[in-house]
């Protein structure tokens, strides 16, 4: 079965919660398109400057974080399984956002731009692929949501921003379409959601945004498996595995992702731990996903061919 979902009333919210009903409850196989807003809920594109206020939609409440839409409940999944979302389309807006500087930030206060900001305000071209600012950069697109996840299993409302192993604000460059994210289900029924839309970052984040944009299109497939235990996020893509870490500081986000990458090696090649970790000393990858959402993220990548 296919479905849709658009952002409203009844399917944006700006926080995770075990709380919120489903808007859409579907059964393992099927697939969901969605159309997403950016991450600051805009209703236009923002060009910035002092006296500019940003368009929001309706919907916004000040306390709100991300942008989300969803929840969608599937049918039969029960917490401690694992929940395979594929990505199978991702198609980006005409307009995206990169905001730099200007706020309190332990990042910008690092880079000495705490008090002066800039705003660059994109066009962006889904069919060339290409983004354009107004100062005449131009870079390549390659699309992905920021944010695919499920609540913690804690009552209440909870904040969009830290990423945690449940998924969230990954902000993960490599879960373009094409890629399958597998996450431990966290609370019975799942209850996905998705939203912050990039049409471009680099690894770190370094700014505290990428290109922020809204999607025309976000067209992901859900299945429920008892077979892949996972305990965070692990990813396919097109050319690798990647397992993904969460954490206070960069060590242990470096530690969960390569512990999952060690038990994924274990599983795949039927070897001893000690070996995985010798295996992976020379075939694996550690990169640094993001530095800036208050938890910060690593993974660990294992490219096809690199270990046979």
């Known amino acids: ?134 100062q005449g950069h131009t870079v390549a697109l390659r699309p992905f949501m920021g944010v695919l996840g499920m609540p913690p299993a804690e009552p209440g409302r909870h904040s969009t921003i830290p990423p945690r192993p449940c998924g969230g604000n990954l902000d993960c460059k490599e879960l373009t379409a094409g890629s399958t994210l597998l996450l431990p289900i966290p609370v019975d029924g799942a209850l996905f959601s998705v939203g912050d839309g990039h049409a471009a970052q680099g690894d770190g984040e370094i700014g505290g945004t990428a290109i922020e944009c809204p999607m025309d299109e976000v067209t992901l497939t859900f299945d429920v498996r008892d077979d892949f235990p996972v305990t965070g996020p692990v990813a396919r893509t097109a050319d690798a595995w990647l397992t993904l870490g969460v954490g206070a500081t960069l060590d242990d986000a470096t530690f969960m992702a390569l512990n999952s990458m060690l038990t994924l090696m274990q599983r795949w090649y039927d070897i001893s731990r000690p070996d995985a970790v010798a295996l992976a000393s020379i075939a694996v990858d550690v990169r640094v996903t993001q530095i800036v959402n208050q938890t910060v993220g690593a993974h660990a990548v294992l490219r096809d061919g690199a270990l046979r």
Request: with cysteine; glycine share 14%.
């Open 1 to 134: 079965m296919r479905h849709t979902l658009a952002p409203g009333d009844e399917t944006l919210h700006g926080h995770f919660s075990p709380d919120f009903p489903p808007v859409l409850t579907i059964d393992p196989g099927d697939t969901v398109t969605y159309r997403t807003l950016d991450c600051w809920w805009s209703a236009g594109p923002y060009p910035g400057g002092r006296n500019r206020e940003r368009p929001r939609a309706p919907q916004y409440q000040p306390d709100h974080g991300h942008a989300l839409i969803g929840p969608v409940a599937v049918r039969g999944a029960r917490a401690g399984q694992t929940i395979e979302v594929r990505i199978d389309a991702i198609v980006p807006g005409t307009w995206g956002t990169t905001v730099a500087g200007g706020w309190p930030s332990g990042f910008n206060q690092r880079y000495g731009v705490e008090e002066e900001g800039v705003v660059h305000a994109w066009e962006l071209d889904p069919v060339a692929m290409t983004g354009r600012n107004q």
